[in-house]
């Protein structure tokens, strides 16, 4: 697959992702693409785009003064390089920022698979 079009892939992700539409999110997944998300907590893991989708929404669905601060990708040999950075404000920390960066396989039909990591809810001053 071109760089043009991997990175075209996930700029739909990341659009999906700022405007939460999951559906949209997870649809830019391909019907067998897997997701792994090592998270503070644990290791999250999905497999199909509903179930991509239906991760991104516990993350963010709910979340108030949800705001993205900024994103980019970038092709790194044959994956693709996301980073997104997200505040928001939580009921029980106060305003908080956390980023996230994924590494993805992305072909023909949408991404493959999908590794992530993300630094977890960090307060702001």
């Known amino acids: 697959m071109s760089t043009a079009r991997a990175t075209?892939?996930?700029?739909?992700?990341?659009d999906a992702l700022e405007r939460r539409?999951?559906?949209q999110l997870g649809a830019t997944f391909k019907p067998d693409g897997r997701f792994r998300g090592l998270v503070p907590s644990a290791l999250r893991e999905a497999?199909?785009?509903?179930?991509v989708a239906e991760r991104f929404r516990i993350w963010n669905g709910?979340?108030?003064d949800w705001e993205l601060l900024e994103s980019d990708t970038e092709q790194l040999a044959d994956v693709?390089?996301?980073?997104?950075?997200?505040?928001?404000t939580d009921p029980e920390l106060g305003r908080t920022v956390y980023e996230?960066?994924?590494?993805?396989?992305v072909d023909d039909e949408g991404i493959a698979w999908m590794?992530?990591?993300?630094?977890?809810?960090?307060?702001?001053?």
Do not use: I, K, M
């Open 62 to 64: 709910d979340a108030e």
């Open 47 to 51: 497999e199909g785009p509903e179930a």
């Open 100 to 105: 996230q960066t994924a590494y993805a396989g």
């Open 115 to 125: 590794n992530l990591v993300c630094s977890g809810d960090r307060q702001t001053v």
């Open 21 to 23: 539409d999951f559906e």
């Open 80 to 88: 693709v390089r996301l980073r997104w950075r997200v505040a928001s």
């Open 8 to 14: 075209a892939v996930t700029g739909r992700f990341l």
